[in-house]
């Protein structure tokens, strides 16, 4: 009897991409968290948004490719990531976040059990800051941001410390997102425009932790909430959240009659 040989599986190449601006402290801390991963990825772009300190030194020494980008802001430099990422899998953290030890791995096998999502994002914990805070800071900070990212799109808000995406999906949205305004929420605005064509779906697997660094500054925490506000004004009223789901309603009604199973995916969040 000869037994039937099948191809192997396709196994997704993964690029991590960290913006980074004078913050080699924490990005070293980052990168050797990257370096004990369970499964390495196979790159990691550091663009280094005009550093005066030594992140691009740091990045360097740890194996990283290093871009630069002399665009002022998270949107210019976190877009040149993703463009010059050559993995089919782009996962994305910032320089302060401390990604669980099986990250990589996680988000790998989220993407493989779930061909219908293009793009995935996790959750996070505070890994500083007073303890008796961090949990309950982290439930209501993030719960808040999922709640009204939602009533703004329509479906799920992107978090831009623990995000992934298939490569081909951001390379249907490149030239629309706006990178070269750097007072857009950088993940927001990604989310608005990946969320119009893909699938968005939250990973139960991948877990980050980050840091409370935003709430030292109030100052730097108001702008935050500013840049959200710009953020959807920038979309509306074309993206209107009633507007975009009746847009997908429309797209799902048109790939029904031949692939029923995609327009299904499409109509349902999970």
């Not at 990604?99 to 988000?107: G, L, Q, Y």
């Not at 992107?158 to 995406?165: R, V």
């Amino acid at each position: 009897m000869t037994l039937e040989r099948r191809p192997p599986l396709h196994r997704p190449t993964v690029s991590v991409v960290i913006p980074v601006k004078d913050d080699a402290v924490m990005l070293r801390r980052c990168l050797r968290a990257l370096a004990q991963q369970s499964e390495q990825p196979d790159e990691i772009v550091v663009v280094d948004n005009g550093s005066r300190d030594d992140s691009a030194g740091v990045a360097r020494a740890a194996g990283a490719r290093v871009v630069e980008c002399m665009t002022a802001g998270i949107p210019a430099a976190a877009a040149t990531g993703y463009d010059h990422a050559t993995g089919d899998l782009v996962l994305r953290l910032d320089a302060d976040s401390l990604p669980d030890p099986t990250w990589v791995a996680d988000f790998r096998r989220d993407f493989a059990q779930r061909p219908d999502v293009d793009v995935l994002t996790g959750a996070a914990h505070f890994v500083d800051g007073p303890r008796a805070l961090r949990v309950p800071l982290a439930a209501t900070y993030l719960g808040l941001y999922a709640l009204l990212g939602f009533a703004a799109l329509g479906h799920l808000p992107l978090f831009g410390s623990n995000l992934a995406f298939r490569r081909a999906a951001w390379r249907s949205v490149r030239t629309e997102v706006h990178r070269g305004d750097a007072e857009v929420h950088d993940d927001f605005d990604l989310a608005f425009h990946l969320g119009g064509r893909h699938r968005i779906a939250y990973s139960r697997r991948a877990d980050m932790g980050i840091s409370m660094r935003p709430f030292d500054d109030g100052r730097a925490f108001r702008t935050r909430i500013a840049r959200g506000f710009r953020t959807v004004l920038t979309h509306w009223p074309d993206e209107l959240p009633h507007r975009r789901v009746a847009r997908r309603l429309r797209r799902a009604q048109r790939v029904a009659p031949e692939h029923p199973a995609s327009a299904l995916s499409a109509q349902v969040s999970p």
